[in-house]
């Protein structure tokens, strides 16, 4: 009984959900909110960024900001650098003295990207009017800063996402980006009906300066952090999808569990620290979160107790148990099959897709006991860049 209610939440989350909000969305355009044209006196912006022993990419990834079509006096980057040990300085230092005017940085011990974002926000270096978050690995498209600070001339929006797209050399891990294209429809489409993307794309994002709040001890993901403190102020947090940007999609199975598993405990966090909003439980903004982020949180850890539960119900009054064992079967028989195919070198692309929804559900079950066991530093090792 209990294993049908969840079956039942997760086509909701997964797929009912979904297809509702891109019915929806066609009824809605982005240009229905008012945006600045370029040639419009555009708003100040500082770009932020925390790094950490970036050296392969830095250089790129600031050519990338500053060839952009944005005007160069309203634009200001703030680098915080975060206990580098390689050229990470010496790279900053060479551009400031390019552009002494326009590039600022820190330096400290090693305190994670959170805190440093934290301490770059409150020594102010500038005043900008609009705050774009940025990670060293996520290259702009001369359109990007632009795109990602037109609708802010819309007063209500105080957080506007970009889109990450993959260059055909880069999609490696194709599981990976099918999911990764599904989200992001999925985000657009909350954000043009509803105002309430649920989190933000971390690697580049842009919010009204005003709205930042800093972010708690310890907490792992800052970005969805940002999203949710700005709508729950009352701000709209939507995504434009001609703000792109390039970003690697990571490959090595160890490095995603350990990525995954870190995000996933940083959402268990965000989910305690915004329970209240569900004080209002028919607010888009408490459905939005409910639908598209915290069923998708807590399905995976109710299921072996609601098995446990129907078992024992099968036991005591017979009630029927095949869909739990049905269940059982898929979840410990998919990988197993994956597992013999892959010796055989043969593929079977709905097997790899099944997998990997099994995977990423795996890794969000131990970053709940990472939670559980209680978060005492949020500085964790870089994700490794290839």
């Not at 947090?237 to 940083?266: C, F, W, Y």
């Not at 639908?291 to 998708?296: Q, S």
Request: some cysteine; overall charge positive; proline content about 4%.
């Amino acid at each position: 009984m209990l294993v049908i209610l969840w079956w039942i939440l997760l086509v909701l989350s997964y797929l009912v959900y979904p297809l509702m909000m891109k019915k929806i969305g066609k009824r809605h355009r982005i240009s229905k909110y008012s945006y600045y044209e370029l040639f419009d006196d555009l708003p100040m912006v500082q770009i932020v960024m925390s790094v950490h022993n970036e050296e392969k990419i830095l250089q790129a990834k600031l050519n990338s900001i500053l060839s952009g079509n944005y005007p160069e006096r309203n634009l200001t980057i703030v680098i915080g650098l975060d206990n580098c040990s390689d050229n990470s300085l010496q790279i900053v230092q060479e551009f400031e003295k390019q552009y002494p005017s326009r590039i600022y940085y820190f330096e400290s011990d090693r305190v994670g990207k959170p805190n440093m974002l934290n301490i770059l926000m409150e020594k102010r270096f500038v005043d900008a009017q609009i705050t774009i978050f940025t990670d060293a690995n996520v290259i702009f498209t001369p359109s990007t800063i632009y795109e990602l600070v037109k609708y802010f001339k819309t007063l209500y929006i105080g957080l506007v996402d970009s889109k990450f797209v993959l260059s055909s050399d880069n999609i490696s891990n194709e599981n990976e980006n099918l999911y990764l294209n599904y989200e992001q429809q999925l985000k657009f489409n909350e954000g043009i009906v509803w105002g309430t993307m649920q989190g933000p794309f971390g690697g580049c994002f842009a919010i009204r300066t005003k709205l930042f709040s800093p972010i708690p001890k310890n907490f792992l993901v800052d970005d969805f952090f940002i999203g949710m403190d700005v709508m729950r102020n009352g701000y709209a947090s939507i995504m434009n999808p001609l703000a792109t940007v390039i970003e690697e999609v990571h490959t090595d199975l160890q490095e995603e569990i350990r990525r995954k598993q870190r995000i996933a405990a940083g959402n268990f966090q965000n989910l305690k620290y915004f329970s209240p909003i569900f004080k209002k439980p028919f607010t888009a903004l408490s459905v939005s979160w409910l639908l598209h982020k915290v069923l998708r949180w807590i399905l995976p850890l109710l299921l072996i107790p609601f098995i446990g539960i129907d078992l024992i119900l099968n036991i005591v009054w017979g009630y029927p148990f095949f869909l739990s064992l049905v269940t059982l079967i898929l979840i410990i028989g998919l990988p197993l099959t994956q597992y013999v195919l892959q010796r055989l070198n043969l593929q079977n692309r709905t097997v790899e897709r099944l997998n990997y929804f099994i995977f990423i559900n795996f890794a969000l079950c131990k970053g709940f006991y990472i939670y559980l066991k209680g978060i005492k530093s949020n500085v964790w090792k870089p994700t490794q860049r290839k």
